[in-house]
């Protein structure tokens, strides 16, 4: 593990914290590059829609998965 390339770490709903496969380099030039970083870095659970309190139209809320990746040590 390189962490002194800053590699992205994420958790989620309890789960521990894994290492992605992203450094921050590379997630900020997918993420200009308009890739689905949510989608790679959680595995895919049900979307679900709610309504978006200011515009009042209708949102889709993505379901989160866990965190994709190495357990971080």
Do not use: C, Y
């Given at each position: ?23 921050l380099r590379s997630w900020l ?28 139209q209708p949102l ?14």
């Amino acid at each position: 593990m390189r962490l002194q390339t800053g590699t992205i770490v994420t958790a989620s709903n309890g789960q521990p914290f894994v290492s992605t496969e992203h450094t921050l380099r590379s997630w900020l030039s997918a993420w200009l590059a308009g890739v689905d970083l949510f989608e790679e870095m959680f595995e895919p659970r049900p979307s679900r829609v709610g309504i978006n309190s200011f515009t009042k139209q209708p949102l889709v809320i993505k379901g989160q998965g866990k965190p994709r990746g190495v357990a971080w040590p």
